[in-house]
């Protein structure tokens, strides 16, 4: 596993007219949520640009990356995406929480019990001193089920509205659902548009910390593309362009 430190590197010599590579800010995501509500998927979607055929449990971390540009920056938006079985988090716990510039909080919309898992969730980051300064979203997946809702969005805009996050309900599977009023109001790709929001977000604070030399991405996507295929979730901080 990578372990993110603040470490920067520049290879190479700096004499002469050798310029150093640019540096790519980081931005770590964790994703969190029940087993089975979808974190593996929605990360892959976002970071392969398809819903895998085929998952499994995921065994304490897995992450994804992909490198966007923002306003002219390149950044990457690695996705840390966890275990929801406790049984396969324990040992790797404390290593999420590490460095995190802001958090996923995933519940499946067909699942209640997963809704109501939320509050044990925050309680863990509290635990890991996870600061009220780093961003938090809720997303409700799997809203492709229409027949199976079982969270309202009432009720879970309440809830994110306790808990000051925005709220956004989306597939994985099926995230440009122009006929599913709840899978993204029409967005082309919903999916897409919530973890651009986020990293929006993260741009618009204060510099982050990490940083490394350009290269091993997963290829570039143009942000005014995501942007203009929709961009919006139910709710956001109100980014300008989103
Ligand atoms: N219909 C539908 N199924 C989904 C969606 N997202 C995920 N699934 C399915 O839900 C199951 C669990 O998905 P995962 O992404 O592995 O869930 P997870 O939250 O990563 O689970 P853990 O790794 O155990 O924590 C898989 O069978 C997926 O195909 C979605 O948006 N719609």
Known sequence: MAELGAT???PGSL???TLPPPRTRIFKIIVI???GVGKTCLTYRFCAGKFPEKTEATIGVDFRERL????SEKIKIQLWDTAGQERFRKSMVQHYYRNVHAVVFVYDVTNAASFHSLPAWIEECKQHALGTEVPRILVGNK???QDSI??????????ADVHSMPLFETSAKNPNNNDNERCGRGNNDHVEAIFMTVAHKLKSQKPLVLSQPLEGSRGTINLSRSMNNG???TRS???SSC
Request: with cysteine; charged share 20%.
């Open 8 to 10: 920067v590197e520049f």
């Open 15 to 17: 004499t002469g007219s």
């Open 33 to 35: 949520g029940d087993s």
């Open 68 to 71: 966007v540009e923002i306003e």
């Open 143 to 145: 809203c492709d089920l």
């Open 150 to 159: 079982q969270v309202s969005t009432d009720v879970a805009q309440q809830f």
């Open 231 to 233: 961009g919006g979730g």
């Open 237 to 239: 901080w109100g980014c």
